[in-house]
């Protein structure tokens, strides 16, 4: 079915609340727009099904080119189409991050540094304390429940985001919340320090490898988000010098112990076009350079994104890049 209310929420954190020790804990965030409307930012820390701490990963420098499409966006809520393209994320087509650098953070843990909520605090204190920052909740709405005060922090009406979490891949009864280009997610924009911090959350219990339509898990399982790449992409000659048609190529490596067998894998731009490239073995340690001089997968110079997909059509490694990273005549390292 997919989320009901999929969007992102732009906002000023006035204040938050840890809820470790609550049957089903969450960070509670309290967010205020300059129309006066105010908004609860509910982010799971702990999951219902085994296992039950979360994966998550910080960005503490993002850059991707979706930015683009926020930097324009005001303060509230904001109904977001779930399509590539645009301001959607999706975890695993948007090569948002390498999942291979997901971690288990427990939800509450005596001392400091050690837990989510603790992950929460140094970013959203740091908002806080500076009037120019600005927070974006992606996820699903709720509200405005006309009458009814906020259960965490008593504003009236009752309004917020949840789901601040990958929404495709799921298990049981929250399989019907499956979809594509409509995960959650939390970006801090400090505009002084030209800076974007990006935290994405992942419940274990969810599959890497899911469905283009449906969103439903294909293939994974628990350990599928904590796996790194075989073989990675490591830069990519995104605009070459010289007039089009350009030489534009990507270079690629295989980091394993063992030799791959690369037979009908493809590379896929932004788009989705894909260049196949010649089966070859690739030994251990050994790079490849793949030329996308075939007129299909086109590296754009205005940022997009690198996907290496095996020969069942299962993504192995994706990157993505800038309009600054096309530059003319160098690499893009990755």
Known sequence: MSLNRYGVLVGRALGRQREGRSDTPHYQIHIGTNDGAEYRIAINVLSQLFPSELLYVV????????????????????????????????????????????RVLPPEVTGPDNDLADLFEHYVQRA????????????QRWGPESGLPDKIFGFQPGNGVHDIHINQGNEGKYVS?????????????????????????????????TDDLTGHAIEGGPAAFARAAVVRVLAA?????????????????????????LSGWTLADRAKAKTQFPGQVLEPGETLVVQLGDGKAVLGNKGGQITLLDAAGLKVHGVSYTAADAREGWMAVF
């Open 237 to 261: 000659m995104v605009n070459p010098v010289g007039p089009a048609p350009e030489q534009e190529w990507v270079l690629l490596l295989n980091a394993s112990l063992k030799p791959v067998d």
């Open 59 to 102: 960005d503490d420098d993002f850059r991707h080119p979706l930015l683009a499409n926020l930097t324009d966006l005001g303060e509230g809520w904001h109904p977001v189409p779930s399509t590539p393209g645009g301001a959607a994320l999706d975890y695993i087509r948007g090569n948002l991050f390498d999942p291979g650098e997901m």
């Open 128 to 139: 806080m304390a500076d009037s120019e920052s600005r927070l974006y909740a992606f996820g």
């Open 177 to 209: 919340d499956d979809g594509v280009w409509q995960d959650g997610g939390l970006l801090f924009h400090y505009p002084g320090e030209d800076r974007w911090v990006a935290v994405f959350l992942a419940f274990q219990s969810q599959s890497w490898h």
